[in-house]
């Protein structure tokens, strides 16, 4: 996992997609509509949420995209897991990029208001959004 402040986003995913991301946080501060998956670039999708489906020692990777985890409001917990004590709950998806683990948590980050996440392809994790928390997870192809 990457993590950081917007300012730096553009190193680590290239000035072109760090431009789309940047217009696509102003769309959604300007018009904050949550759930809804949006196609914004031909490698690039996105969705603003203000919760989460938590559950504990629950655990996802993907295979095709990255995700980029976006504050604008609140704060959201990043847990991680073990990848070499998962035992798989939900096979591989290929239409949803994603498979579910059971896990134990191996680290915790906190992201708030203008900083982010990368997490990697096959990267296990979750995310836990508290109260009043907006934040958009951007899928990147890897």
Request: with cysteine.
């Amino acid at each position: 996992m990457i993590t950081g402040q917007l300012n730096e986003l553009e190193k680590h995913i290239g000035p072109h997609d760090a431009l789309v991301i940047e217009n696509y946080i102003e769309a959604i501060k300007a018009n904050p509509i949550t759930g809804v998956w949006m196609t914004l670039d031909k490698e690039l999708k996105g969705v603003a949420l203000s919760k989460s489906g938590f559950k504990q020692g629950v655990f996802e990777h993907h295979e095709k995209y990255q995700d980029i985890h976006i504050v604008l409001e609140g704060k959201d917990q990043i847990h991680l897991g073990c990848p070499f004590e998962k035992v798989v709950i939900t096979s591989y998806a290929a239409d949803g990029d994603y498979a579910l683990y059971n896990s134990k948590k191996i680290e915790q980050i906190d992201i708030y208001p203008t900083s982010f996440a990368i997490l990697d392809t096959f990267e296990l994790h979750t995310n836990q959004v508290e109260e009043n928390t907006l934040k958009i997870v951007i899928k990147r192809i890897k």
